[in-house]
């Protein structure tokens, strides 16, 4: 399985529970799609938010987040990790 950090912008004021909640949704539609969703990370000021997952194709991640109703706007591969 491949790694992917993808991210979003234009999400400001964000709360902690707006996020979890967004990753819950994530989370429950995940397994049809073949991805696991680890973690995410948001910045209420700037707006972004940031979601580390590994999954099948930066496809496969995208269908999970557009289905929950918020489309990534960047999807990078993380190939290596320490």
Not at 5 to 21: N, P, Y
Not at 22 to 46: I, M, R, T, Y
Not at 58 to 76: L, N
Request: aromatic share 4%.
């Amino acid at each position: 399985m491949a790694r992917f950090m993808d991210v979003h912008h234009d999400m400001q004021g964000i709360t902690a529970e707006q996020l979890h909640q967004a990753h819950q949704a994530d989370l429950a539609v995940e397994g049809e799609e073949g991805v696991h969703f680890e973690s995410a990370w948001a910045d209420p000021e700037s707006g972004t938010v940031y979601c580390l997952s590994e999954g099948p194709s930066a496809e496969a991640v995208q269908r999970v987040h557009e289905r929950t109703g918020h489309k990534a706007a960047e999807i990078h591969p993380v190939p290596l990790s320490v």
